[in-house]
């Protein structure tokens, strides 16, 4: 096996499992604390009755975070706002669509667990999804090289080959689904390694290793829905990140890569705890006000509509059977007089605001304000 060298393809890339140590007292500790708080994110998601408030809300924060990793910006706002436009709508900007495509390649990655376990077939359809209309096929190119962003060296240059790394792929798929001496968080940390450094695509590689994570946590039972906010803990760590992940390639330093993703999954369960909890405590506090103020149009169908669509327009009532079109409008006229709602005009669409619950997505605050007459 020759030396690794940053500007020769890394065809030497060592199958897994890591030669290694890689249950040390440390990371076995930072392991308890991780699954913990895993423990009770799963718990917090199961307890809402409506599960659709979570998948129509958290993923979406995932998608701009883990888009903006790859220096894709979009705000939250705009992804909400589209989510209620025409995708051949001129005022949706590529950089939104793209995050998008993201939500949409988390939610048909998560479908396909249903049909197929983990594998080169998930990772290629999450792909595809996240890129299209452009079609992702395992790497045969040659001249595939990752570069410093501010000096422009070569920092990594992967396997190349397209029987190489369809090799360490089965290799990595093995990993997965054969080491049931291990944690499966400890699985995801070294598997979200090897794919990055196998980089089977030409592009969308960190984003498909990003969302299989989440894949892996849930086909290991260890969640039930795609709603760990990993991307929010990269961002915020985001030199640490791709420092470790080369610590790993150049020092074989599995150790320190590991603890930097249990510690993620621990501070991000704990966060989107926080988060749910927040959500859940508004969602009550919307339906006493709603019950109190507005007791003839208080169901709890459209109640439940404005916290899956914090944007929200009349045609997404008609659409749910709550009320026609007239009636639609009059509702969230009204929701939008009680302050319920914020009524906003985006191009030629007239959408609906759930303004305390953005609040809560945009941000790190879990409170909000009181709704005033």
Request: hydrophobic share 40%.
């Amino acid at each position: 096996m020759t030396q690794w060298q940053a500007h020769l393809p890394y065809n030497d890339l060592p199958n897994l499992p890591p030669q290694q140590d890689i249950e040390t007292k440390n990371i076995l500790k930072h392991c308890i604390a991780a699954r913990a708080a895993l423990a009770q994110l799963k718990q917090a998601a199961e307890l809402i009755p409506n599960q659709s408030m979570l998948i129509n809300t958290l993923p979406i924060m995932e998608a701009r975070a883990s888009s903006e990793i790859e220096n894709i910006v979009t705000t939250t706002d705009k992804l909400f706002q589209s989510l209620q436009l025409d995708n051949d709508n001129t005022d949706i900007d590529p950089a939104t669509k793209e995050a998008l495509q993201y939500r949409n390649a988390l939610f048909q990655g998560f479908q396909s667990l249903a049909r197929l376990p983990i594998c080169t077939q998930t990772a290629v359809l999450v792909c595809n999804a996240i890129k299209q209309p452009h079609e992702m096929t395992i790497r045969q190119t040659t001249g595939t090289a990752l570069k410093g962003g501010k000096t422009g060296k070569t920092i990594y240059t992967p396997p190349e080959g397209e029987s190489i790394i369809r090799d360490k792929l089965a290799n990595w798929e093995k990993f997965i689904h054969e080491s049931d001496d291990l944690d499966p968080l400890i699985i995801m940390a070294i598997a979200h390694y090897q794919f990055e450094a196998i980089h089977p695509f030409t592009d969308g590689n960190g984003r498909t290793g990003r969302i299989l994570n989440s894949l892996l946590l849930i086909d290991k039972g260890l969640l039930s829905l795609p709603i760990l906010y990993l991307s929010r803990y990269i961002i915020e760590n985001k030199a640490d990140y791709y420092q470790l992940l080369l610590r790993v390639t150049s020092e074989q330093d599995w150790e320190s890569w590991i603890i930097y993703i249990l510690k993620g999954v621990q501070e991000t369960a704990d966060w989107t705890v926080n988060k749910i909890n927040a959500i859940r405590q508004l969602f009550e506090y919307t339906r006493q006000y709603m019950q109190q103020y507005a007791p003839h149009i208080y169901t709890h169908e459209l109640l439940n509509l404005l916290f899956e669509q914090p944007y929200t327009r009349i045609t997404n009532l008609e659409n749910a059977g709550i009320a026609k079109r007239q009636t639609a409008s009059k509702y969230l006229k009204e929701l939008s007089d009680l302050g319920v709602l914020n009524e906003v005009q985006i191009g030629r669409d007239k959408l609906f605001i759930n303004l305390r619950l953005m609040n809560l997505l945009r941000g790190n605050e879990n409170t909000f304000e009181a709704f005033t007459r």
